[in-house]
């Protein structure tokens, strides 16, 4: 469980930030408006607890989380809104307890899981580390969501590798999800740490299609947090290209995405 534990160490750090982030504000700034449309700060927080509590019912209880995913199957254009909906309801000191104590009941189900175990998911079922860095990637895109809203600018952290490699792994996914073939051949990414200068690569070194650009751009561009034309994230090749108009990093449709703030690309 050492890959497991090194996730789940991460994901910790990501919960904590945001929760720094929420924790002091007034009544009143959890009801503003983040850049995903009718959702406000509550609705953010809201989503990530009932996401977790999801989570935790795929590793305690496979049965209930049968349940909840049949639920799902059944409203699958209103399920995720529904959720987020009752928790930011809520008193804002009550939602945040509610996510605190999710959050780290889920930790402690994870951590605790022998090796190799399995979880069912509304997709196909993960591994521990997978549904760790899962958990850690919607932690960080949701967390970018408030940090917008309450105009901070979060400094990156290595934490984004996992962001970054399940960007690089879902790109079959988001060509899938729009009806497309993906490209029978792999890409080449090389991304950069936003906090070593390192360089993160997946696929082939030879490859002759290519990703290239800051790491911290392309989570966000994978997450659909920011338009591509303001990050300097750059491909080399036709299908790549294309990819880097549709890649997303989570399970689901893609939603509006962002709208681009400036006229040129590039972002540092």
Not at 59 to 74: L, M, N, Q, R
Not at 95 to 122: K, V
Not at 151 to 160: A, S
Request: overall charge negative.
């Amino acid at each position: 469980m050492s890959d497991a534990l090194s996730v789940l160490d991460d994901l910790r750090g990501e919960s904590e930030e945001l929760d720094r982030l929420v924790a002091e504000l007034s009544d009143d700034r959890w009801a503003l408006a983040t850049p995903a449309p009718r959702w406000t700060i509550a609705h953010q927080i809201a989503h990530l607890a009932w996401t977790d509590r999801a989570a935790l019912l795929a590793a305690t209880d496979p049965e209930a989380f049968a349940a909840e995913a049949e639920k799902a199957a059944a409203n699958p254009g209103t399920f995720v809104d529904e959720g987020a909906e009752e928790g930011a309801a809520l008193p804002p000191a009550a939602l945040l307890a509610r996510w605190r104590a999710g959050r780290d009941a889920l930790w402690r189900a994870l951590a605790d899981a022998p090796a190799g175990t399995r979880l069912p998911w509304y997709g196909p079922p993960m591994a521990v580390p997978s549904m760790a860095s899962a958990r850690l990637m919607e932690t960080w895109a949701h967390g970018q969501d408030v940090a917008d809203a309450l105009g901070v600018t979060r400094t990156p952290t290595d934490r984004l590798r996992h962001v970054a490699r399940i960007g690089v792994r879902a790109r079959d996914f988001a060509f899938a999800v729009r009806g497309a073939a993906a490209p029978a051949e792999e890409f080449r990414v090389e991304l950069t740490s936003p906090v070593t200068g390192e360089v993160w690569a997946y696929g082939p070194e030879g490859a002759a299609q290519r990703v290239t650009g800051p790491a911290y751009d392309f989570c966000l561009l994978v997450t659909r947090r920011a338009h591509r034309a303001d990050l300097a994230v750059r491909a080399e090749g036709a299908d790549a290209d294309r990819w880097l108009d549709i890649a997303q990093a989570f399970a689901g449709p893609p939603g509006e995405g962002r709208a681009q703030r400036h006229g040129q690309g590039g972002a540092q």
